[in-house]
Each structure stands twice: as structure tokens, then as C-alpha cells.
Nanobody
Framework: QAQLVQSGGGSVQPGGSLTLSCAASGRTFTSGTMAWFRQSPGKEREFVAAIRWSDGITYYDDSVLARFTISRHDDKNTVYLRMNWVKPEDTALYYC?????????????????????WGQGTLVTVAS
């Protein structure tokens, strides 16, 4: 059974940086897609970023474009989310997700329903 284990997160001041990690075990997603979503209190879960494992193509929500970077480490079967220039509105519970499907579009990659595996969630708080 595949499992996604997240690490990182915590508190950071506005303008600061933070890195989240998500390690996959039990199977690989080398032909699939891994992504990050987030959910703030009272809001729907929203797409943050995704990466196609085979070719490294990335997708980002406009709210994080040029601030966040999603990347992967093939040998460690791990995906990362580097968060730079964080803002208070980035405060949320962050989830990594994985699917064995090769995302062919931003639309496909951004839909939570397309992901079969989810991490446990990690809280990111941006405050002074």
C-alpha cells in the first residue's frame, strides 16, 4: 500500500521561507504526478502546485507563481515545496498528493479528485 509521509512546516514570518517534503513509499510514481494542495479554515481545499514525475513539467496556481517551487528527488522518491516570500494568506494545512496518471494539463493536475494518495497534512502558519 502506497503511503505519503510529509515533513516540514511550522511557523514563519511574512517574507520568510519554508520547505515541505513528501516521501512516497510502497510504490513509485515515476509515470505519474505529485502535487501540493492546501486548506485554510472555512475554505475548500485548493491546488497549489504539481509536478509530472517523468519529465519534470510543473503547474502552479497563480497565487503562488514565482514564490513557490515544486521539485522532486528521484532517488529518494520525494517531492518538495519550497515556499519563498510567504504571506499571511499562505497560512493553511498543506497536503501532498499523488496519482499514477500522467497529467496532461493544468486543469487535470489541479483537481483534487484526480489524486488517489494523500499525505497526513502539515500546518504552515505565517505570522509576525
Amino acid at each position: 500500500q502506497a503511503q505519503l509521509v510529509q515533513s516540514g512546516g511550522g511557523s514563519v514570518q511574512p517574507g520568510g521561507s519554508l520547505t515541505l517534503s513528501c516521501a512516497a513509499s510502497g510504490r513509485t510514481f515515476t509515470s505519474g504526478t505529485m502535487a501540493w494542495f492546501r486548506q485554510s479554515p472555512g475554505k475548500e481545499r485548493e491546488f497549489v502546485a504539481a509536478i509530472r514525475w517523468s519529465d519534470g513539467i510543473t503547474y502552479y496556481d497563480d497565487s503562488v507563481l514565482a514564490r513557490f517551487t515544486i521539485s522532486r528527488h528521484d532517488d529518494k522518491n520525494t517531492v518538495y515545496l519550497r515556499m519563498n516570500w510567504v504571506k499571511p494568506e499562505d497560512t493553511a494545512l498543506y497536503y501532498c498528493a499523488a496519482t499514477t496518471q500522467h497529467s496532461r494539463s493544468y486543469y487535470y493536475a489541479s483537481l483534487a479528485q484526480n489524486y488517489d494518495y494523500w499525505g497526513q497534512g502539515t500546518l504552515v502558519t505565517v505570522a509576525s
